[in-house]
């Protein structure tokens, strides 16, 4: 099992500066992750690449990576991350564990891409907040914005106020000007320009 963890002691994945956790990050999502060939996305657009970021977020040192670099791009009125299953749940969970030990409350919610189809037939698994409470809605890859738009419409309906989109890595093919529309901030911390650059690296021609 070894093999499929990174070199660096996870004990010490907790004791650097966020700052020193972007470089070996950017590894894991290059050791299997990212991969080239012929797909098609979510959104129907074929692709040459591939980004699964399941891979990352349900790697028990990528999970602590991700939750590390996520709560520090958090704002203080935040209360609660949530994102659009399946590809935020890890996300949510990792950065609300993390926060626990920074001595930071985050309540995790996961929004349905359906509403329950029984019991309260709810779209939102988690615990009921106050009105108007500030969420950070959380995304692995965005392409063009529409999965993290349809969470934030959720929150929006429950009567929560999102500040911002958060995500892993950005494509660059119109999730950003989307969210902007919007009047909704959003980071990501890659891009895909950065991921094949250090790809291309690992993996000469």
């Known amino acids: 099992m070894d093999e499929l963890l990174l070199k660096t002691p996870s004990a010490d994945l907790l004791s650097r500066a966020t700052a020193e956790l972007r470089s070996p ?3 894991l999502f290059c050791q299997g992750a990212y991969q080239e060939g012929d797909f098609v996305l979510t959104s129907g657009q074929r692709s040459t690449y591939y980004i699964n970021g399941k ?15 996520l709560l520090e791009l958090l704002t203080p009125e935040t209360v609660a991350v949530a994102g659009l299953t399946l590809g935020a749940d890890p996300l949510v969970t990792a950065v609300s564990l993390v926060g626990v030990y920074e001595g930071q409350t985050l309540f ?3 929004i349905r891409k359906e509403a329950k189809g029984h019991g309260t037939r709810a779209y939102i698994e988690g615990l009921a907040l106050p009105p108007g409470s500030v969420v950070t809605v959380l995304e ?13 419409a959720r929150l929006q309906q429950a009567g929560y106020t999102v500040n911002q989109i958060l995500a892993l890595v950005d494509r660059e093919q119109g999730g950003a000007e989307l969210y902007q529309s919007h009047n909704l901030p959003f980071k990501a911390l ?16």
């Open 25 to 27: 990050l950017l590894d």
């Open 55 to 69: 891979l990352v977020t349900l790697h028990p040192q990528g999970a602590l990576m991700v939750g590390r670099l």
């Open 108 to 110: 995790p919610l996961i």
């Open 140 to 152: 692995d890859v965005v392409t063009t914005g529409q999965s993290a738009l349809k969470a934030v």
């Open 190 to 205: 890659f891009t895909i320009q950065a991921i094949q650059a250090h790809w291309a690296t690992l993996n000469p021609v």
